[in-house]
T-cell receptor
Framework: GAGVSQSPSNKVTEKGKDVELRCDPI?????LYWYRQSLGQGLEFLIY????????KSGLPSDRFSAERTGGSVSTLTIQRTQQEDSAVYLC??????????????????FGEGSRLTVL | GENVEQHPSTLSVQEGDSAVIKCTYS??????FPWYKQELGKRPQLIID?????GEKKDQRIAVTLNKTAKHFSLHITETQPEDSAVYFC???????????FGTGTRLKVLA
């Protein structure tokens, strides 16, 4: 597709259930990010994948959160045993950092529409 | 790691006036500073960015200034219009990488 695609757009779950959120980045983008945006709050960094390098997981808030990126493309963010405080919009973004591609680019992040998670 | 602080959290201006949003960062190795605009219910989008080898950059009614010594950068919007109403986020790259840390956002309201 032309842009970053995320699914589901909305997810309502019960406390204690596991959820999976999917991100399909722009084709060819080597870097993929997950951010969390709680109601009226900023963009909290969760995890960053760059090419084949080990991901930077320093923003994951607890060991209930994990993410993977298969084949350098699609990424899945998994939240186990969800809690009410996990309720937020989870935003995915992708880019190709400057200097790492033959095409000119600025490192601009292209965001998806987000997945709104509500934990009851 | 990088820490980005952003002020003010909310800002109301009269249409036609200027608006200034300020950010500070902690990592002296940061070298890229983008600004994103998020309209209500929409995804954040890049509006302007600046690299550490430049002190100022302007694009029509918006400009960004960077003071590396003080580790702060600012967004300036002149001749504000109602469509400028949105949440604005600053960001800084951590340690010269492309891991972006965002500020907490500024909700700008332009009053007609």
């Amino acid at each position: 597709g032309a842009g970053v695609s995320q699914s589901p757009s909305n997810k309502v779950t019960e406390k204690g259930k596991d959820v999976e959120l999917r991100c399909d980045p722009i084709s060819g983008h080597t870097a993929l990010y997950w951010y969390r945006q709680s109601l009226g709050q900023g963009l909290e960094f969760l995890i960053y994948f760059q090419g084949n390098s080990a991901p930077d997981k320093s923003g994951l808030p607890s060991d209930r959160f994990s993410a993977e990126r298969t084949g350098g493309s699609v990424s899945t963010l998994t939240i186990q045993r969800t809690q009410q405080e996990d309720s937020a919009v989870y935003l995915c973004a992708s880019t190709t950092p400057p200097g790492l591609a033959s095409l000119p680019n600025t490192g601009e992040l292209f965001f998806g529409e987000g997945s709104r998670l509500t934990v009851l | 790691g990088e820490n980005v602080e952003q002020h003010p959290s909310t800002l109301s201006v009269q249409e036609g006036d200027s608006a200034v949003i300020k950010c500070t960062y902690s990592d002296s190795a940061s070298n890229y500073f983008p600004w994103y605009k998020q309209e209500l219910g929409k995804r954040p989008q890049l509006i302007i960015d600046i690299r550490s080898n430049v002190g100022e950059k302007k694009d029509q009614r918006i400009a960004v200034t960077l003071n590396k010594t003080a580790k702060h950068f600012s967004l300036h919007i002149t001749e504000t219009q109602p469509e400028d109403s949105a949440v604005y986020f600053c960001a800084a790259s951590e340690g010269g990488t492309y891991k972006y840390i965002f500020g907490t956002g500024t909700r700008l309201k332009v009053l007609a």
